[in-house]
């Protein structure tokens, strides 16, 4: 009951200290009234247990992503799968080049641009280039 090296000393505690003894004493009592308890019989409950259905396991994001896009049933009516990944970096890039300018500016000063052409019209001798 005690460990062989304890022994010694425990049964001297035992024996100088009446609170301990009377604690073993009761340790004892529900001790003795613990094993009057019978336990009810479960017949097959193991068998029960053992040959239940287990849960479908959980599979990882990559396989579930995996066997979306490429079914093993079925491939040909399940094409667009595929073609619908393919598509989303196009998708992407589109989106990201509408929001973003990435420095290049699109504000175009229109009296510059009509400034330049008239310019570039003066220069030009439109009254000999008729043959």
Avoid: H
Avoid at 13 to 26: D, G, I, P, Q, V
Avoid at 57 to 62: A, D, E, I, V, Y
Avoid at 104 to 123: K, P, R, T
């Amino acid at each position: 009951m005690w460990p062989e090296d304890l022994r010694e000393d425990l049964e001297a505690f035992l024996a100088k200290n009446e609170s301990a003894r009377s604690l073993l004493s009761e340790y004892s009592q529900l001790e003795q009234s613990l094993d009057k308890i019978a336990v009810p019989d479960f017949p097959g409950l193991e068998t029960r247990v053992l040959n239940q259905a287990l849960s479908p396991r959980q599979q990882s994001l990559f396989v579930s992503l995996i066997s979306w896009l490429l079914p093993t049933e079925n491939f040909g009516a399940n094409l667009w799968r595929p073609a619908l990944a393919a598509c989303l970096p196009l998708v992407f890039g589109i989106v990201l080049g509408n929001y973003y300018s990435f420095g290049i500016s699109s504000e175009v000063d229109e009296f510059d641009y009509w400034e330049d052409e008239l310019a570039m019209i003066a220069l030009t001798d439109i009254s000999e280039s008729e043959d």
